[in-house]
């Protein structure tokens, strides 16, 4: 099966498993966020030379990579996010594309540290909202759809995003460049929160 078509047969595997299992917990993970991070893998790996397989393993870790959030707890998603990719995908695609795309999902921890650049895309991609406006949207909700899933109230949100912002990097030159000034702009509006509390 050609690569599109691929992609297109992905895309509603992933939107289907999002419908049929909705959490109203997940205000962040969700379809939404899932469909963004796709946008900004095509965005970022446009600036680089990614031949059809790399651009199609970017493309389908990002479909998959927060599916693991309908079915487990938050530390364990990225796992289960590899287990549903190759249950949907392990009798079409090669062991090596499989554990490729599985990669990609793994990196998506923010403690993991990707060594290929599409793992460094996909990081960039699934944070990009780090060095935008959107993070003074996303921030909030993210703390949200973590007490609502912890079922307590969790205290220093401010300052445990600022110590997020402050030791997260950005991988890729393009995001770098891109995505720096907005990311300090984000750092002091949080320092501001902090200082008029």
Partial sequence: ????????????????????????????????????????????AGVYSLNEEELFILQAAAWFHDTGHLFSNMAQHEEMSVQIMRIYLGDKLEEQMLNNIANCIMVTNIAVKPVSLIEMIICDADTYHFGTTEFHQTDPVVWQEMEKRLGKTIERKVEKSLHLLQIHSFYTHHCQTLLHKGKQENIEWLKQKIATA
């Fill in 1 to 44: 099966m050609e690569i599109s078509k691929k992609l297109i047969e992905i895309e509603k595997i992933v939107e289907e498993l999002f419908l049929v299992n909705d959490k109203p917990y997940l205000l962040y993970h969700n379809i939404n966020h899932t469909r963004n991070v796709v946008k900004r893998v095509q965005e970022i």
